[in-house]
């Protein structure tokens, strides 16, 4: 059983920064990519920023300049760091973690609960 738990989201004022993060708890799992999607209220869930397990990054063009994903394989935890923030950046952030269990060779992709995002002064 792997779980994913975010943290890190709340109210900020346009041009402001927050940090999210996204840790990975159980055992006996190895992680591949990781990313983090957001979803606006009444819009489709729509990709942030990816990180493979070596450190390959790609961003949404809305957000590249202004975030930036990151990943500590030590801690099973992903970041996104999220600078110059604008009304339209609020939305729930939702990690994923692709995760594969060597003894089994099961291999799924995991949610976290998503965190809330508002950008607003």
């Known amino acids: 059983q792997v779980q994913l738990v975010e943290s890190g989201g709340g109210l900020v004022q346009p041009g402001g920064s927050l940090r999210l993060s996204c840790a990975a708890s159980?055992?006996?799992?190895?992680?591949?990519?990781m990313g983090w999607y957001r979803q606006a209220l009444g819009k489709q869930r729509e990709l942030v920023a990816g990180i493979t397990s070596g450190g390959r990054t790609n961003y949404a063009d809305s957000v590249k300049g202004r975030f930036t994903i990151s990943r500590d394989n030590a801690k099973n935890t992903v970041y996104l760091q999220m600078n110059s923030l604008k009304p339209e950046d609020t939305a729930v952030y939702y990690c994923?973690?692709?995760?594969?269990?060597?003894?089994?060779?099961?291999?799924?992709?995991?949610w976290g609960q998503g965190t809330q995002v508002t950008v607003s002064s």
């Open positions: 994923k973690a692709g995760i594969s269990f060597p003894l089994s060779r099961y291999a799924s992709d995991y």
């Open positions: 159980g055992s006996g799992f190895s992680i591949n990519a």
